[in-house]
């Protein structure tokens, strides 16, 4: 469960990121954060990250308060987060299976452990044989399907995804959110998008903002952006 309860960002020289917030997703929910630029998206998934911290409000994350100064839980926090940006940030140095580990690794888990998750997520993203490849030699779309099979692998209960299919043509923004649509149910999906043919086909709950609030809370079927 993620609850924003009265949330406020405010940034320095006055800028109000988000101006009191409140909403609540249940454990594996699928919506959409839509909204112009600036309206405040990708604020509300910082926050989630503990990026950063609101000026003022709650956030709870399961039974803590995320927010609190005094919480001492962040790096346990990300482990249970899976982001996948608009840019990929996939390391061109290391091939696709290493990219994928490398969180499982800092994480000290077994070898055979590791192994067996990195398969099961490529399989998911239809990479199953590209583990050994290098980001140069992929496609945009096959580079967020790395990035998503990176964020789900470890089975993390929350995926946030910041405009996944903004670098992406019209084709294959399609069959990166088929691969999302797979995770519906299993995880807790969160995706901001200025996609307004995705947001309506999809029909899930929609969370439109416009300069830092909520202007509509949609639960079900499309919306216009």
């Given at each position: 469960?993620?609850?924003?309860?009265?949330?406020?960002?405010?940034?320095?020289?006055?800028?109000?990121?988000?101006?009191?917030?409140?909403?609540?997703?249940?454990?594996?929910?699928?919506?959409?954060?839509?909204?112009?630029?600036?309206?405040?998206?990708?604020?509300?998934?910082?926050?989630?990250?503990?990026?950063?911290?609101?000026?003022?409000?709650?956030?709870?994350?399961?039974?803590?308060?995320?927010?609190?100064?005094?919480?001492?839980?962040?790096?346990?926090?990300?482990?249970?987060?899976?982001?996948?940006?608009?840019?990929?940030?996939?390391?061109?140095?290391?091939?696709?299976?290493?990219?994928?580990?490398?969180?499982?690794?800092?994480?000290?888990?077994?070898?055979?452990?590791?192994?067996?998750?990195?398969?099961?997520?490529?399989?998911?993203?239809?990479?199953?044989?590209?583990?050994?490849?290098?980001?140069?030699?992929?496609?945009?779309?096959?580079?967020?399907?790395v990035a998503i099979a990176r964020a789900v692998v470890g089975e993390r209960k929350i995926i946030?995804?910041?405009?996944?299919?903004?670098?992406?043509?019209?084709?294959?923004?399609?069959?990166?959110?088929?691969?999302?649509?797979?995770?519906?149910?299993?995880?807790?999906?969160?995706?901001?998008?200025?996609?307004?043919?995705?947001?309506?086909?999809?029909?899930?709950?929609?969370?439109?903002?416009?300069?830092?609030?909520?202007?509509?809370?949609?639960?079900?079927?499309?919306?216009?952006?």
């Amino acid at each position: 469960m993620i609850k924003f309860d009265n949330v406020t960002k405010k940034f320095l020289l006055g800028t109000v990121a988000l101006n009191n917030v409140s909403f609540e997703i249940t454990d594996n929910e699928f919506l959409f954060l839509v909204g112009p630029s600036g309206a405040g998206k990708t604020t509300v998934i910082k926050l989630i990250l503990r990026e950063i911290l609101p000026s003022s409000g709650s956030i709870m994350i399961d039974d803590f308060d995320i927010a609190s100064k005094n919480f001492s839980q962040t790096t346990v926090l990300r482990r249970n987060i899976g982001v996948v940006f608009q840019d990929f940030k996939i390391l061109s140095d290391k091939n696709i299976f290493e990219n994928i580990a490398l969180g499982l690794k800092v994480m000290n888990s077994p070898l055979i452990e590791i192994k067996s998750k990195v398969k099961e997520a490529l399989q998911l993203v239809g990479l199953s044989k590209q583990e050994e490849v290098f980001p140069v030699q992929l496609s945009a779309g096959e580079l967020q399907r790395v990035a998503i099979a990176r964020a789900v692998v470890g089975e993390r209960k929350i995926i946030l995804a910041d405009e996944p299919t903004g670098n992406l043509d019209p084709k294959t923004a399609w069959e990166i959110m088929r691969v999302f649509k797979k995770l519906e149910g299993q995880r807790t999906i969160v995706i901001a998008t200025h996609n307004t043919d995705i947001v309506n086909s999809f029909k899930k709950r929609v969370i439109a903002l416009k300069e830092g609030k909520i202007i509509k809370d949609q639960r079900k079927g499309g919306y216009e952006i």
